[in-house]
């Protein structure tokens, strides 16, 4: 049965056994970060809306189409956070963490917010794991957040993840590059929803999927032929650091992502199996971003990755997902005295480390040995008013069915050291 009231439309529940693969996912993307020194940085759910609009780019469709933006009852506007890019640099100025050593390297994990139409691997609201690099333009830092991504990928197991990598070129090359597309867009017969495209923000036009629009973009003008010489030595100098790692990627010069903070460096990680929705994470390069929100210089490169649609991914490989870790040791208390004991049993066994678990309800015999077993358990600690009054407890081993007593006193080491 149900209630009246169901998960909002594009979002949904966690729960197990599917919320274990989303727990591992999250843990695996986090894993290589901790190990590279990345500090962990926590910000609001939601921002002054006008963070996003000066951050993401007033003419995005995040921006002008995604945003769950609401005035307070204070009066202000607010936006639920449709990206941590904008809010880890906001935090990252605010507590002055540019003034300290740079770079700074922090990472996050939460919920975004997007008001999109919801299908297959897209939510509004959905989960992510990110990474930004603060206060350098080394292009090391840009290779180093793809490797990182990678390891994670590579931990889970997923094998079908494909990297493409271009580069925008900077806030100084791009506006030549601009102008000439807009150029060569202007010659196109185009609709007026895209002649405004065009306008207001050339490179998305790029990324139409329409395929009568693509195949007029091929001879469209790329930024890969209008990148300054500087562009072209760091994009050089990252691919040189990715191939020295082993990696490899898909040259992509058509890459554009829908945020406008990006320069230089862009890169997708996307998996085949998942459909339209084929990101499984993204970043790049923003070193104009600090400026737009009103900070001073501060270079910048990082991604997210979406837990979301990694677990997607997960599935559409056939990986097993990871299973609910489970107690090692079930009580199983008959009576009143029993229970009180075995209560206290099994809180003892938990603060020595053991997982354990214990028969609610007053449950019989059957029914108890029946949620033991459902509880992956080895063993079962049967606790009857004779154990009790020969202070000894029943340790069965559940699957061989091997019993035998041992003292209510010793129950807790005996256990610790079966198990190890
Ligand atoms: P993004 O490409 O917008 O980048 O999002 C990153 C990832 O989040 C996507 O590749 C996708 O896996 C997931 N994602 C995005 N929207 C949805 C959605 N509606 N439903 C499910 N999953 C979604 C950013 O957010 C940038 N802040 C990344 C970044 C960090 N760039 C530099 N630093």
Redesign the pocket.
Same mark, same amino acid.
């Given at each position: 049965m149900s209630s009246a009231f169901r998960a909002p439309r594009g979002t949904f529940d966690l729960v197990p056994p599917r919320s274990e693969a989303f727990l591992a996912v999250r843990e695996a993307m986090a894993a290589p970060l901790r190990l590279a020194g990345y500090g962990y940085v926590e910000t609001p759910t939601f921002e002054d809306t006008g963070l996003f609009v000066r951050g993401v780019g007033e003419s995005t469709d995040?921006v002008t189409k995604e945003m769950y933006t609401f005035t307070t009852r204070g009066g202000d506007s607010v936006t639920l956070r449709?990206?941590?890019?904008a809010s880890v640099l906001r935090a990252a100025l605010e507590h002055g963490l540019d003034r300290g050593p740079l770079p700074v390297k922090l990472w996050y994990s939460g919920s975004?917010y997007?008001y999109?139409r919801p299908q297959k691997?897209?939510?509004?609201h959905?989960s992510?794991v990110?990474?930004?690099v603060l206060g350098t333009e080394d292009p090391a830092a840009d290779a180093e957040t793809v490797l990182l991504a990678l390891d994670a990928y590579r931990a889970l197991g997923l094998s079908q993840v494909r990297l493409l990598v271009n580069s925008l070129g900077s806030v100084e090359s791009r506006p030549a590059y601009r102008a000439a597309l807009q150029d060569y867009l202007r010659r196109l017969h185009l609709d007026a929803e895209t002649r405004r495209r065009v306008d207001v923000n050339p490179l998305r036009v790029l990324d139409d999927k329409r395929p009568d629009l693509q195949e007029a973009l091929t001879e469209a003008p790329l930024m890969a032929d209008h990148l300054s010489a500087a562009d072209r030595s760091h994009h050089d100098a990252v691919r040189e650091l990715l191939a020295d790692a082993g990696v490899v990627w898909e040259d992509a010069p058509r890459l554009v992502? =829908?945020?406008d903070y990006?320069t230089r460096t862009t890169f997708?990680?996307v998996h085949d199996g998942l459909g339209a929705?084929s /990101?499984? +994470?993204? =970043?790049?390069r923003?070193d104009g971003l600090s400026e737009s929100i009103g900070g001073p210089r501060l270079p910048?490169?990082?991604? /997210?990755? +979406?837990v979301?649609?990694?677990v997607l991914a997960l599935e559409a490989e056939g990986s097993p997902l990871p299973a609910r870790p489970g107690v090692d040791v079930f009580a199983v208390p008959l009576g009143a005295p029993a229970r009180r004991r075995a209560f206290g049993l099994v809180a003892g066994l938990r603060q020595a480390g053991v997982g354990a678990d214990l028969a609610l309800d007053g449950r019989g015999l059957k029914g108890a040995m029946k949620a033991a077993d459902r509880s992956g358990a080895r063993y079962a600690l049967v606790l009857g008013e004779r154990d009790l009054a020969a202070d000894v407890v029943q340790v069965k081993d559940l699957s061989t069915g091997e019993q035998s007593a041992v003292p209510l006193a010793d129950v807790v080491p005996h256990l610790q050291e079966r198990l190890t």
């Open positions: 995040v449709p990206e941590g890019t975004f997007r999109e691997g897209r939510f509004r959905f992510q990110g990474a930004e992502r =829908g945020l990006y997708e990680f929705q /990101a499984v +994470g993204g =970043g790049g923003y910048g490169v990082g991604w /997210a990755l +979406g979301d649609r990694t």
